[in-house]
């Protein structure tokens, strides 16, 4: 979560993340650099094979430093440091709901990996925030494990939109410590607000959650190769750059003060790789303010206030908007927004 230059990070992700990773790490000006393995994709997790891991011994995990040789899990982390990561990332698969055995495996696997430089992943399917018992479970286990723990969150749509989930991600993250949010959404600020050590918000929308195994990318409208997201500055919530456009007609012109608008008009991006480029500048542009707000803010209630007042703002400015539109139906803020804002889910 990129903001004052103390704080600035990036993590790279996408379809090959050493590769770019590899030709750009000298432009990260010495900042933290993380490679997503982008392991969640493949088969989901077992107790026997909890990482996606190269070569033919893709298991048995339990055995890492027997011999000599470099395991694949130590080859693994090796690769990422030596494309210029700070740290490095398990490539755990993905973790479906309930799979205690998994989970297990993972974390017996990375105690043997130095604390000071492995970060184990956790990309967890929302399904694990739904039952009291699984969540306890997370708590119990992950306690006494000194690994920053990085989890992210899994789901075919929206992870936050099932109720409870918010409350539970947030028990799981002021629970513990040493705790990361990656591949997500403005969750990441929620998350850094109680307690946790980073978060890695991503730029696209299928870098914003993960992915089931099988569960393909984001869609796109019309069949169109690109979707623009836009994050409305006032909303707190991303939309498409066409339904901006259609909710907001002609009666109003949505200007943008941030760094990147500089006072242009919201509704001017459309659904191609140009504009989605300069909407993905802006995204980063409107958030961050948010982010140096929370890192100015003491630690504990005193952050946690100024994020629930932003949020809080946020919802009230749907209603806002609303009037402004003479459409009660325009926009309706969402449930995990007026989580954040202290309200009832």
């Not at 004052?4 to 000298?26: I, K, M, R, Y």
């Not at 105690?111 to 000071?116: G, K, P, R, S």
């Amino acid at each position: 979560m990129p903001s004052t230059a103390e704080h600035d990070g990036v993590v790279f992700c996408g379809a090959d993340p050493l590769t770019v990773a590899g030709g750009q790490s000298n432009a990260a000006d010495r900042q933290p650099v993380l490679v997503d393995p982008n392991s969640y994709g493949k088969p989901a997790a077992t107790a026997d094979q909890p990482f996606h891991l190269p070569g033919p011994h893709n298991h048995g995990q339990a055995s890492l430093f027997e011999d000599d040789e470099p395991t694949p899990l130590e080859r693994s982390q090796e690769s990422q440091l030596a494309r210029g990561a700070t740290a490095t990332l398990t490539p755990t698969r993905y973790i479906e709901g309930g799979n205690r055995q998994a989970v297990a495996a993972a974390v017996k696997a990375v105690l043997d990996l130095d604390a000071t430089q492995a970060i184990l992943t956790l990309p967890l399917d929302y399904q694990w925030f739904r039952s009291p018992g699984d969540l306890d479970y997370l708590i119990t286990t992950l306690a006494d494990v000194a690994h920053i723990k990085a989890i992210g969150l899994g789901a075919g749509g929206n992870p936050l939109a099932t109720k409870g989930t918010v409350t539970a991600l947030r028990c799981l993250i002021s629970s513990l410590d040493r705790i990361a949010l990656i591949r997500t959404d403005l969750a990441g600020l929620d998350a850094y607000a109680h307690g946790a050590l980073f978060a890695a918000i991503g730029m696209q929308t299928g870098m914003r959650h993960i992915k089931p195994p099988g569960g393909g990318g984001p869609s796109t409208p019309n069949n169109r190769n690109v979707t623009t997201m836009v994050l409305h500055p006032q909303l707190m919530d991303y939309f498409k750059a066409d339904v901006l456009q259609v909710r907001y007609g002609k009666l109003l012109g949505l200007l943008c003060h941030c760094s990147v608008c500089d006072g242009r008009s919201l509704l001017r991006f459309g659904h191609n790789y140009s504009d989605q480029e300069e909407a993905d500048r802006h995204n980063i542009a409107t958030w961050l303010p948010w982010a140096e707000d929370l890192q100015g803010a003491t630690a504990g209630d005193d952050r946690i206030e100024v994020w629930r007042q932003l949020c809080y703002d946020a919802v009230q400015a749907h209603q806002d908007a609303n009037e402004q539109l003479r459409n009660p139906d325009a926009f309706k803020a969402p449930r995990w927004l007026k989580t954040w804002a202290g309200l009832p889910d």
